[in-house]
């Protein structure tokens, strides 16, 4: 078994791996099959000479990343111990502003997959953005809009979701049609709030400038110099998915995102976004980026309860088709 030393310079070890050491004991279980022993500000590795290798380039990253931004995350740790963290690394300070917020606030793409997702709008006019709660889909989608908006490469933007208790449940929440609907919307209108103050939002939503409704009003429209966002859209059936992509105007940009782990449709109706997922696959301007565990910004327990959620729906498709067999 080889071993070898690292040494920490200009880094407190106890800032860098955190109270009781919680920090390195998360590296440590990217590398289970190494010893990593940390004493001071050195840290002894020991195991197979690849993977040590392989630690130590990953070890390079983090403090580098821990050098510039006096911060580091579960969250960071994840995303460069991925297979393009160097990338990631790498285009940390030229991180584009993709518009500034409220309070100063600078709205920036923090993973990997925001960042192909951003990418992937400046080169097409369709893009998919699909993954679980927390990684940012519908946030970036949003501030890529306002962004168009305030570049005038749209005249207005729009934001759609389906209401899935669109039924008769509705008719039992209290208030007008705006009223009834504003609960489904609300995911929308907070992620407004933060790049746009409330007056200038107010008046821009009274003007018509920024559209929110939700999907049923998009019907018989042609969405024209618009930044277009289609949200929740794993709750659109296929006939309302097909509906809402034939609306696109010669100058729109279309944004949808979804959470194919969310689907609230009767359980025999295929998912709209499933259907156009496949449909779409191949075809030229349109783009799908996938997210993932790692692109999760919320509570680090949203992670885990993610996994969690995932192992039970496998366990439970497995013991199903057990049962079938």
């Known amino acids: 078994m080889l071993e070898n030393n690292i040494e ?3 880094v407190n070890p106890a800032e860098l791996f955190g109270v009781n ?4 004991k998360y590296i440590k279980s990217f590398f289970p099959t190494l010893k990593i022993v940390a004493r001071g500000n050195i840290v002894t590795i020991a195991g197979n000479e690849e993977v040590m290798q392989e630690f130590e380039r990953k070890f390079d990253l ?20 991925l297979e393009d963290g160097s990338k990631l690394l790498l285009t940390e300070d030229g991180k584009e502003v993709l518009v500034h917020g409220n309070h100063g606030s600078k709205i920036i793409a923090k993973t990997i997959n ?3 997702l951003v990418e992937a709008v400046n080169k097409n006019d369709m893009v998919f953005a699909v993954g679980p709660a927390g990684t940012g889909k519908t946030y970036t989608a949003v501030a890529l809009a306002v962004r168009a908006l305030k570049a ?8 759609t979701r389906p209401a899935v208790e669109a039924g008769e449940n509705l008719g039992f929440l209290p208030g007008d049609l705006k009223e009834k609907l504003d609960p489904y919307l609300m995911p929308l209108y907070d992620a407004l709030r933060d790049m746009i103050p409330a007056e200038k939002l107010a008046d821009m939503i009274e003007f018509g400038v920024i559209e929110i409704a939700p999907l049923a009003f998009m019907r ?14 794993q709750n659109t059936t ?11 105007g010669m100058t729109a940009k279309f944004a949808i995102t979804g959470d194919m782990s969310q689907v609230d449709l009767p359980r025999k109706q295929r998912s709209g976004l499933a259907y156009a997922l496949d449909a779409l696959k191949d075809v030229d301007g349109v783009e799908i980026i996938r997210m993932g ?12 309860i993610i996994v969690a959620f995932e192992k039970m729906e496998e366990d439970e498709k497995n013991k199903q088709s057990e049962e079938n067999k």
Do not use: P, Y
């Open 293 to 304: 565990q790692a692109d999760v910004l919320r509570h680090t327990l949203v992670k885990k």
């Open 152 to 159: 005038k490469e749209v005249k207005r933007i729009i934001l």
């Open 21 to 24: 050491n919680e920090k390195l």
């Open 238 to 248: 296929t006939m309302q998915m097909k509906m809402f992509l034939t609306r696109m």
């Open 114 to 116: 925001q960042r192909k």
């Open 220 to 233: 018989g429209r042609t969405l024209d110099k618009a930044f277009v966002i289609l949200d929740e859209a």
């Open 62 to 81: 983090l403090l580098r990343h821990f050098h510039k931004f006096n911060s580091l995350t579960e969250n960071n740790i994840d995303n460069l111990m």
């Open 8 to 10: 920490i310079k200009g």
